[in-house]
């Protein structure tokens, strides 16, 4: 476990595409600069960490169930878990990579769809496999694609990795995002904090995020599902992170265009 806390600094943009249009005889250039990830690492004191894994348990149990007789313990289970102190063990970001399948669903959506409805989850790339010569490239890259997803720790992924399986996260987090803003040459669209327990201990490398195809297929919450489109992912700039059973990954995602 990397146990540094470095100093907390600007992540920078991942510089994904370029396009240039004309407009009355001027060049004006627009990149979809990708946008950058807030990450944290929390645990509970090594003398919590078993109740709090149980108290976990229980409430995943309990919120499947779907049963209204379940509310009191649900409510009850969450304010237990809450109470529970937590040590932020490290802190960092992603170094972003927007893929190519993902730009296309944006420019096809923003500016030719029509009663389009967003659907954006929050997975995890896997140690298990990484930097595979696949079809789509080695490793995380532009040409990753949602429809060569594999969550099994297979040694040739297509897409150079695989997707951390469902038992460390039981299924992909789902970000919600705010109103865009605008501050000098960029617009910003940022997502709150995204809570990802982690059930098994395992190594994991970095994040993606698989949004709605330009097709109109919806990503979905299944880890493993190779439905809709990858957005963007990409590494921890602070290398490999091992995570326990007990630990919560806290992520935030900011996608960015900027204008010059």
């Not at 595979?132 to 995380?140: E, L, M, P, V, W």
């Not at 700039?237 to 960015?256: C, I, K, P």
Request: proline letters at 3%.
């Amino acid at each position: 476990m990397n146990t540094t806390r470095p100093t907390a600094h600007k992540a920078a943009a991942a510089d994904i595409f370029s396009a240039r249009i004309a407009h009355q005889g001027d060049s004006v250039h627009l990149a979809l600069s990708g946008g950058f990830y807030g990450i944290s690492y929390t645990e509970p004191p090594p003398h919590l960490a078993a109740e709090f894994t149980e108290l976990r348990r229980r409430l995943r149990q309990a919120e499947a169930a779907n049963d209204a007789r379940d509310w009191a313990l649900i409510i009850s289970l969450r304010e237990q878990l809450r109470a529970i102190p937590q040590d932020e063990l490290w802190q960092g970001h992603v170094v972003n990579t927007w893929c190519s399948e993902g730009s296309e669903a944006v420019l096809t959506h923003a500016l030719k769809g029509s009663a389009y409805t967003a659907t954006a989850f929050l997975g995890l790339i896997d140690s298990t496999g990484y930097g595979f010569a696949g079809a789509n490239g080695t490793g995380f890259t532009r040409g990753s694609l949602a429809g060569s997803i594999t969550a099994v720790g297979g040694a040739s992924p297509a897409n150079g990795w695989n997707e951390t399986p469902s038992s460390v996260l039981a299924t992909r987090g789902t970000p919600s995002f705010g109103s865009s803003s605008s501050s000098g040459v960029n617009s910003d669209l940022a997502c709150s904090a995204v809570a990802l327990s982690i059930l098994a201990a395992r190594t994991v490398k970095g994040l993606f995020i698989p949004v709605r195809s330009k097709a109109g297929v919806a990503s979905t919450s299944t880890v493993g599902n190779t439905a809709g489109a990858i957005l963007s992912g990409g590494l921890f700039t602070e290398g490999d992170q091992v995570f326990t059973g007990a630990g919560t990954l806290n992520a935030t995602y900011t996608a960015r265009i900027t204008t010059t």
